[in-house]
């Protein structure tokens, strides 16, 4: 009896560690299941291992577009759209709102459909919406949650606000102007501004733009508070 005591025991640890192993190689093929296609990628964005971009790329192939995509040099010293991408989404803090990281990924998306080069000037007009409209697209297939699918496509659909409202001090704002401001999805679009700025390398004006509307939104809403 303390023969088969013994012998039985003796075997207990591999048994269990076999047992052991295969839990979790089912746990982990489970959860992977379980994501939604959004939730990987925005995994990848967020971590940036080695090969976070190619991955992403193959994913979401209309990235693929980017890389080529030229940029005037006066304003993004760093290179073509694709480079401008990765820029601003390695300017999004670890623990920052996942919609930036949505935001900062798709910003340029419509580049590729509406850059010309003509006359040795490089323009992008209109970009914005039609990159909104292949982001809601994009966001849509990753079955994104629709809340956050809005507000991200709201952001890019708006990222380019600063250029045609072309204010030079808080003061210069209308009462559109500061309507806009107030709305809840502005610090979302004020993040973004921040990380394009910061991935337009050598870009003349710099921080300048994301600087002004900051000012410009703690103004609004310090006179917001000062009626209540």
Known sequence: MQHFSWHFRSHIPDLTSHIRLEFVEVKSSTIDELMKPFESIEEELR??????????????????????????ERFHAEGDVAEHTKLAIEACAPDCDPDLLWAALLHDVGKPLVTKDEDDTITAHGHHAVGAEIAEKILGRLQMVPE???????????????????LTTPEQASPRHKRFVADPRFPLLLELLRVDSVASVDHPRGMEAYELYSRLRQSVLASLESRV
């Open 148 to 166: 956050r699918s809005e507000r991200i496509v709201w952001v890019i659909r708006h990222h380019t606000f600063h250029l045609s409202w072309n």
């Open 47 to 72: 971590q940036r291992d080695p090969g976070w971009w190619d991955r992403v790329v193959e994913a979401v192939p209309e990235l693929a577009y980017l890389a080529g995509t030229p940029q005037p």
